[in-house]
């Protein structure tokens, strides 16, 4: 015996016979991401029974295919840092008991790398060194303040996956400064982020104080010249010793051959 029921937003309809559903849904997105999960969501669809939702790696492969009367699913146990397929249809369950299923709508979402985590930093004058694990990713970010709250925060990117150290240099001296690492990967040509690894804080040290110069050093001097010398001989002067002291009062400078 045959039934009617209007058309929905999904497309199908009832008359004599049945016919499946056409259209698929609107606004699939990845909500929210980890290295280890993904959240996916997407437009309600009128008068539809239900979804399927699915995740696939990048050569295809299954990761899961779940039904659901909602719209939203996340995915879990996922590969850190990994290129996936995201896609979901609504379907009908039908008078016979069957369901009848839309079209796919398809999205790339890769998950976030996993992270890395700081092995020490080192304090220097004006200046600290950093060092940290090697990560499976493109590159990384260092960031340092001298806040907990890293407020005008430095960020640095290091692309190169290999390198694991970085010098930061030009401080403030005898200021303390708080310091944490992430990786990234490039992925569809786009980078992803993993999580910022633990704090860890580090004390610079002063610069280091000006030598102070031995103003009661011997010099050599002429009645008549506008320099002084550390060495006697140096040139064709009558020379008599002097102090650098009193050279310095007299306003000589110092002999470019001998003195520097």
Avoid at 238 to 253: D, Q
Wanted: glycine letters at 10%.
């Amino acid at each position: 015996m045959g039934y009617t029921l209007n058309k929905c937003a999904c497309g199908y309809s009832y008359k004599d016979n049945f016919k499946a559903p056409t259209g698929k849904p609107a606004g699939l997105k990845c909500a929210a991401r980890t290295a280890a999960a993904m959240k996916f969501t997407w437009n309600k669809t009128s008068g539809v029974t239900g979804y399927q939702v699915q995740i696939l790696n990048a050569k295809g492969g299954n990761a899961g295919l779940k039904a659901l009367a909602g719209n939203v699913y996340t995915f879990t146990k996922l590969a850190a840092g990994h290129a996936y397929k995201a896609r979901v249809r609504f379907y009908i369950k039908a008078a016979d008991g069957k369901n009848y299923f839309g079209q796919w709508t398809t999205i790339n979402s890769p998950t976030l790398p996993a992270g890395t985590s700081l092995i020490k930093v080192t304090g220097a004058k004006k200046a600290f060194t950093a060092q940290w694990k090697k990560g499976a990713c493109t590159g990384y970010q260092l960031q340092y303040s001298t806040t907990k709250a890293f407020s005008g925060a430095k960020t640095v990117t290091i692309k190169n996956a290999k390198t694991l150290k970085y010098v930061a240099k030009k401080l403030a001296a005898k200021k303390t400064y708080y310091v944490r690492i992430r990786t990234y990967k490039t992925i569809g040509g786009k980078n992803y982020y993993s999580a910022w690894s633990a704090v860890k804080s580090v004390t610079t040290k002063a610069a280091a104080a000006a030598k102070k110069t031995a103003v009661s050093r011997n010099v050599y001097i002429t009645p008549t010249g506008k320099r002084y010398h550390y060495d006697s001989k140096c040139g064709n002067g009558k020379y008599i010793k002097s102090t650098l002291k009193e050279a310095l009062k007299k306003g000589l400078t110092p002999c470019k051959k001998c003195v520097h």
